[in-house]
């Protein structure tokens, strides 16, 4: 499956994990064509088909996001929502249903549903509509003056780098080029995208210093720890948790 009609940005946790989503629907090929389309923008996704195992799913799984069918076994969707939202009262909802009436569709809403889509969907629709579900529910949102990304924190505003508690002191250059890489986790960005943003050189020639910088930040920040500065050959370098 390809989804060439969507150009969303990526969205991840303040720390770089991936937004979890659960799928919930009796009927697997639905569960299974959304679940691939949430897996293809880099979600972690689980799936459930009937309302108890799916309440006792998001127990464990917290997710970011749910999709519910409207009609399931034990369970109907807002059923589920209410019992999810007992624990988690702000994860938001998006209802699949096959009823498109007015009055349907105020209902979905009424039950809590912050969006609601009707049978036979476009796989491209949902998507869009979780993505601005998870955009207004602040999950993958960072704090204005700290980066994050695993153990790795970043204060833009005091220029203080920690990781796992442990000082870290940064030139200014190190401090830029490690801000550029965590504003991007788990993004993988070539060295003339490093050169521009940090450098603000042109590429011709001077690929040598971005290696140079990196590696100055991996005795820094990787040294005798698990790395999470990565080379990804031919194609530039990835920040992302040890």
């Not at 799928?23 to 799936?47: F, N, Q, Y």
């Not at 998870?134 to 990781?163: F, H, K, P, W």
């Not at 788990?186 to 943003?197: H, N, P």
Request: aromatic share 6%; charged share 25%.
């Amino acid at each position: 499956m390809s989804l060439p009609s969507l150009n969303l940005p990526a969205l991840s946790h303040p720390d770089g994990s991936p937004v979890r989503v659960l799928v919930v629907d009796d009927e697997p090929s639905l569960a299974d064509l959304v679940a691939m389309g949430c897996r293809m923008v880099g979600w972690e996704t689980r799936i459930e088909h009937a309302g108890r195992a799916a309440v006792e799913q998001a127990k464990e799984f917290v997710p970011d996001v749910l999709v519910l069918d409207w009609m399931l076994p034990e369970y109907d969707g807002p059923e589920v929502l209410a019992k999810i939202r007992r624990t988690q009262p702000h994860v938001p909802a998006l209802f699949l249903t096959a009823k498109d009436s007015v009055e349907d569709r105020i209902a979905g809403l009424s039950a809590g549903g912050d969006d609601y889509v009707t049978k036979p969907f476009s796989i491209e629709e949902v998507l869009l509509r979780l993505h601005r579900l998870v955009e207004r529910s602040g999950v993958t949102a960072q704090e204005a003056d700290e980066l994050v990304v695993g153990d790795l924190v970043l204060n833009v505003s005091t220029r203080e780098c920690t990781r796992g508690g442990e000082q870290i002191e940064l030139t200014d250059t190190q401090f830029q080029l490690l801000r550029y890489l965590m504003e991007n986790p788990r993004a993988v960005l070539s060295k003339s995208r490093i050169l521009d943003a940090v450098w603000d050189y042109d590429f011709q020639g001077q690929a040598n210093i971005v290696e140079l910088y990196i590696s100055y930040l991996r005795k820094k920040i990787d040294a005798g720890r698990n790395p999470m500065i990565h080379t990804v050959r031919g194609a530039g370098y990835v920040i992302r948790p040890a």
